[in-house]
């Protein structure tokens, strides 16, 4: 039992470029969602997902897209990289949605130059 | 609208004292309300939670907070702080609408 996986560990993006964060869990739980956090701010969420083919928007969505064709897979696409977009970014799972117990990835540290 | 507010960004405290994180929240239906530790470069992971069965929720490595609905406030105590509490802790409020919202997290420093 895996848990909450996270790819890649650490990426460097130049801006505007592309790219997709993986976000991968075997605890079949359909809550799914992802945070970015930024020293002084917490955790904010960006998109978050109650179930396959069902997303919705969190605090700080713009720039963002995600998808849920799976349970298991909830990945977070940047369309065109900001230096604003600078972060470590978590994915967390949950049985019980919002009122449930997250169990986050390790996380990805980004950074856009 | 769902809110948090954690008062103060750093606590330092000695060891062996009383460790108290201060929580507000903000919620137009009864809250869950939680509580999450993270150490250096990992995840977070969860300390207790509020489900409202009881106004005081003990937690893991002995730490508890009082739901307080008058005071709209979830602070989390530890009698006695340990080297190994040094962390940051983030306080948190989830509804059944799905968004789960953080507070900004306090770093405890623990002094030997």
């Known amino acids: 039992n895996a848990g909450v996986t996270q790819t890649p560990k650490f990426q460097v993006l130049k801006t505007g470029q592309s790219m997709t964060l993986q976000c991968a869990q075997d605890?079949?739980?359909?809550?799914m969602s992802w945070y970015r956090q930024d020293p002084g701010m917490g955790l904010r969420l960006i998109h978050y997902s109650v179930g396959a083919g069902i997303t919705d928007q969190g605090e700080v969505p713009n720039g963002y897209n995600v998808s849920r064709s799976t349970t298991e897979d909830f990945p977070l696409r940047l369309l065109s990289a900001a230096p604003s977009q600078t972060s470590v970014y978590f994915c967390?799972?949950?049985?019980?949605?919002?009122?449930?117990?997250?169990?986050f990835g390790p996380g990805t540290r980004l950074t856009v130059l | 609208a769902q809110s948090v507010t954690q008062l103060g960004s750093h606590v330092s405290v000695s060891e062996g004292a009383l460790v108290l994180l201060r929580c507000n929240y903000s919620?137009?239906?009864?809250?869950?309300l939680f509580w999450y530790v993270q150490y250096p470069n990992q995840g977070l992971q969860l300390l207790l939670k509020?489900?409202?069965?009881?106004?005081l929720v003990k937690g893991i490595n002995g730490f508890e907070a009082e739901f307080k609905k008058s005071e709209t406030s979830f602070h989390l105590t530890k009698p006695s702080a340990h080297m190994s509490d040094a962390a940051e802790y983030f306080c948190a409020v989830g509804n059944q609408g799905g968004k789960l919202i953080f507070g900004q997290g306090t770093e405890l420093s623990v002094k030997p």
């Open positions: 509020y489900t409202s069965a009881a106004t």
């Open positions: 967390a799972s949950s049985l019980g949605g919002a009122r449930g117990e997250q169990f």
């Open positions: 919620s137009s239906v009864p809250p869950y």
């Open positions: 605890m079949n739980h359909e809550y």
